[in-house]
């Protein structure tokens, strides 16, 4: 791992600045968190733990130390991307940073062709922001040419065709991906891997952009090659079904309401499955905002479900701009409540509450320090206890640069 980033540094110290570009940009975060989580299946409740990490989109572990790196030749039309990210800040080797994606693109006839070759990633037809307008975060990320093999080791190569026509007004981008198969191995079937369940796994992605709007969507097709884990496999060979992945943003508002904007986005798995009570989830997430100067207010309203099992959510947050945006304290507020054959506590009027205050200093562009405490009531269990109280206090801190 030293051994490349020296390569990498070196590379970028040998490179002409007139000719060539090389970018280097990520984010830093962590933190301390104290968190005391209570239910009442059992008659002692397990004590607070405190821990490093930050609860502000910092990964699965609470804290991320991520640099993307990027490198564009002279004639602007080849590359290569790349992205380092280090979640567990410990010596283990196990735990050591990974490299999430690392591939070379080819852009060709005028730039309206573009191929990227590697361990792909930063889709064009994923979920992530496209406006530096929005300020939603943290919301879901998902590509789907990033795939999960035996393990669930992400295992995302393969060869990326992008299509961009010069000739339609505003930006369209179609193309597809092909790569592994995206779960573990249905062991029923007692073969290898042939062309036909790879070409089965090809994922099909179009993105248009103009002034007004800007839509994007992924959709992965499915063999019966693998199976979903969450169902535990099956005796017989069976498709999981289809993922689909899209993103919608509007900018018109902003010509006639200066910082009102209202963005959507969303995922669903399982699609076509043969056995939907046990393979279809989907999460559906609405923005509204408006964030003029002195302040940001925001609503996400959400759909999401479970095999049988639906849950509809609001989630407003306000939060003021004091000092010229140097303190900015506000709040989050969340209800949801489930409905279907899956409910978890029939007749409840909700699923979970959650607040959390929040006071951000703002040091400096792309760098702050902020204080928060959380506390979310949720049923959680299936009856008689089926309630649980989860607090937490965390002093984290972020750096991007």
Known sequence: MKTLIALALAAVVSIPSFAQTFSLNGEIKTGIIWEKIDDWREDDSPPALVFLGSKDDAGDFGNRFRLDMGFTNAAGNMGLKARVNWEVFNNAPINGPSWDYGFAWGSF???????????????????????????????????????????????????????????????????????????????????????????????VGASYKNDWFMFRFAYRFDSEMDYDPVSGGQLTPYREGGSLVYRFEEYALQRWAPGLSLWALGEFDGIGSAMPHLNFSTRNWFFVQYAPPSFTAQVRFGLEAERTRQIVLVRPSFFYNLFGGLVAPGFIFGYANDFGDGKMVCGSSFSYYEVEPKVQVNLAPGAYVAFSYYWRWENRFAPPNPEQQTQWINLRAGITF
Not at 161 to 182: H, M, T
């Open 109 to 203: 006839f005028n730039d309206q062709f573009t191929l990227s070759l590697g361990k792909l990633g930063a889709s064009p037809w994923g979920t992530g922001q496209a406006s530096p307008v929005l300020s939603g975060g943290p919301e879901m990320w998902r590509e789907l040419e990033v795939v999960y093999d035996i393990g669930q080791i992400l295992s995302n190569g393969g060869i990326r065709f992008e299509y961009k026509p010069a000739f339609v007004p505003g930006e369209l981008n179609v193309g597809f991906v092909l790569n592994w198969i995206n779960s573990n191995a249905n062991t029923s079937i007692d073969r290898d891997p042939t062309l036909k369940d790879v070409l089965q796994e090809t994922v």
